[in-house]
């Protein structure tokens, strides 16, 4: 089994900067794709960026040139740098492993963006 915890979310204003973490435990085996999805009220849960074991990354086109994904191996957490952020950036963050053929899921962390 597989846990995630998420971490760094919470109420900024619009311009200001987040950073996420995501630290993963558990029977983890060889190489991992480590990802961030986001929910916003209303809306269907959305890939945000994706990096994979070898630090290869895609970015949704909304948050391209604004939010950096970034891992550190050794430890299995994943960041996601959020700067710039808009009002419409407002979601519940999810963490997401890849591993061995399974997905796994953090139970979130919200952000909200607003003045």
């Known amino acids: 089994q597989v846990q995630l915890v998420e971490s760094g979310g919470g109420l900024v204003q619009p311009g200001e900067s987040l950073r996420l973490s995501c630290a993963a435990s558990?029977?983890?085996?060889?190489?991992?794709?480590m990802a961030w999805y986001r929910q916003a009220p209303g809306k269907q849960r959305e890939l945000v960026a994706v990096?994979?074991?070898?630090?290869?990354?895609n970015y949704a086109e909304s948050v391209k040139g604004r939010f950096t994904i970034s891992r550190e191996n050794a430890l299995n957490t994943v960041y996601l740098r959020m700067n710039s952020l808009k009002p419409e950036d407002t979601a519940v963050y999810y963490c997401?492993?890849?591993?061995?053929?399974?997905?796994?899921w953090g139970k979130g962390t919200l952000v909200t963006v607003s003045s």
């Open positions: 990096v994979s074991s070898g630090g290869t990354t």
């Open positions: 997401n492993l890849g591993n061995q053929g399974r997905s796994y």
């Open positions: 558990g029977s983890i085996f060889g190489g991992t794709v």
